[in-house]
């Protein structure tokens, strides 16, 4: 018994607690969903109201863009011009918002490295706003003439259709609604160039809602590629309003040709990179509903694809098209992204690129607001449709449609471009 006794306390089996699974901690970057919808929303209210107040009173939609502070005084006072102005503003100064709230969330989580790169984001577009400022027109802008509403109708279903395009393969939209606007509305190239990058920005915000909330979209490598292409935005921008439409004219063509040979390459994509090294900690995984699978990827050759996209930002300024046409197939040819993660990632970069550089169309007053604002409310219902769509289409259907509108595109933007004339287009 005493034995017994003693062996006792050594025989009690003790209850092992059994630890919690880890709650995975959410994505700051999940909290830019809501602020991107609240922003859309916010913008495409002032734009109905300032179109119903120009209806009215005007009987048409106004053309020429208010100063930015009598903007506010505008609104005031119920004036069309100053509305629709407010509401292009609200989409501006969306994406610095967003970078600045990402610096903010990694540098409470002590990442300083991604802090100081979103940080660095932030300042150069702040820099694009100094240099919009500083090489703003001195003289009173010139009358802008606007279209009919026939044409403003035709320009919303368009623009729909580029939107779920755009949204899709990541390009933001642009590289449709240039061409086409110039081509087959008349608008003049300029302008169709301003009126694309607002549109751009509207797109990326609608389609990347979307994105960041199924976690397709690889935060922290678009922004560390925004570094050189936000800044290669700002040149864009400012070439756009020294060059003449003839120029861009030829230049938009080559760059939609190359864009449409370097989208054809990318059909035999390689199988992404697993592992390896990862020094700025981009590794990403996602789910791919249409195979059903969780897509695990490292991007590779960082100096190179950080190269590139300064030039990706140049183009977009300079052609207020996104800088998704040549991001995407930098990141998945190059860099070895899966083309799904590298249309989000580029649908997400666009908006924030494109902003560089519409700071200074809007102080060149080169935005037609009677163009913009059936572009922009088209472009947001067709980016969301788009958006929804690409998840469940499998990505060579995707590059297959891109390749052959761009084709037609190049050809048609470089023929018009020479002198000749093309059937069915208008000038």
């Given at each position: 018994m005493g034995m017994e006794k003693a062996m006792k306390p050594e025989m009690v089996m003790q209850p092992v607690k059994e630890r919690a699974p880890a709650v995975p901690r959410r994505d700051a970057a999940t909290y830019l969903v809501p602020l991107y919808q609240i922003v859309l929303a916010l913008g495409i209210a002032l734009m109905l109201a300032g179109s119903a107040v120009g209806l009215i009173r005007d009987g048409s939609l106004p053309t020429l863009v208010t100063g930015v502070w009598q903007t506010f005084t505008g609104v005031a006072q119920l004036d069309a011009a100053a509305i629709l102005s407010l509401g292009v503003l609200v989409f501006l100064v969306t994406p610095a918002t967003a970078i600045a709230f990402m610096a903010i969330s990694y540098a409470s989580a002590r990442d300083r490295i991604h802090a100081l790169i979103s940080a660095g984001v932030v300042a150069i577009i702040v820099l694009s706003i100094v240099i919009a400022w500083l090489s703003g027109p001195s003289a009173a802008p010139g009358a802008l003439t606007a279209v009919s509403i026939p044409t403003e109708l035709g320009i919303l279903l368009f623009t729909a259709v580029a939107g779920i395009l755009g949204s899709m393969v990541g390009l933001g939209g642009g590289v449709f609604i240039v061409p086409v606007l110039s081509m087959f509305f008349g608008i003049p190239l300029k302008t169709a160039i301003a009126t694309s990058a607002v549109a751009v920005i509207v797109n990326s915000l609608g389609g990347s809602s979307i994105y960041l909330k199924h976690r397709m979209t690889n935060v922290r490598l678009g922004l560390f590629l925004e570094l050189t292409t936000a800044a290669g935005a700002i040149v864009g921008g400012l070439i756009v309003v020294l060059v003449a439409p003839s120029v861009l004219r030829v230049v938009l063509g080559f760059a939609l040709l190359c864009m449409g040979l370097a989208m054809f390459r990318q059909q035999r994509q390689g199988e992404p990179v697993l592992g390896g090294p990862d020094r700025m900690q981009l590794a990403k995984r996602y789910h791919d509903p249409a195979t059903g699978g969780e897509i695990d990827y490292v991007p590779q050759r960082l100096p190179v694809g950080v190269g590139a996209a300064s030039f990706a930002g140049v183009?977009?300024?300079?052609?207020?098209?996104?800088?998704?046409?040549?991001?995407?197939?930098?990141?998945?040819?190059?860099?070895?992204?899966?083309?799904?993660?590298?249309?989000?990632?580029?649908?997400?970069?666009?908006?924030?690129?494109?902003?560089?550089?519409?700071?200074?169309?809007?102080?060149?007053?080169?935005?037609?607001?009677?163009?913009?604002?059936?572009?922009?409310?088209?472009?947001?219902?067709?980016?969301?449709?788009?958006?929804?769509?690409?998840?469940?289409?499998?990505?060579v259907v995707l590059v297959r449609i891109l390749v052959l509108i761009l084709a037609y595109l190049a050809v048609s933007m470089l023929l018009k471009g020479f002198g000749v004339p093309i059937p069915g287009t208008a000038g």
């Open positions: 183009i977009s300024g300079m052609l207020g098209i996104g800088c998704g046409a040549v991001n995407v197939p930098i990141m998945n040819a190059i860099m070895r992204v899966p083309v799904k993660a590298a249309a989000a990632t580029s649908m997400f970069m666009v908006g924030i690129t494109i902003s560089a550089s519409v700071f200074i169309y809007y102080d060149h007053h080169i935005i037609d607001l009677s163009v913009t604002v059936p572009a922009v409310i088209g472009v947001l219902l067709g980016s969301r449709a788009g958006a929804m769509l690409s998840r469940h289409t499998r990505s």
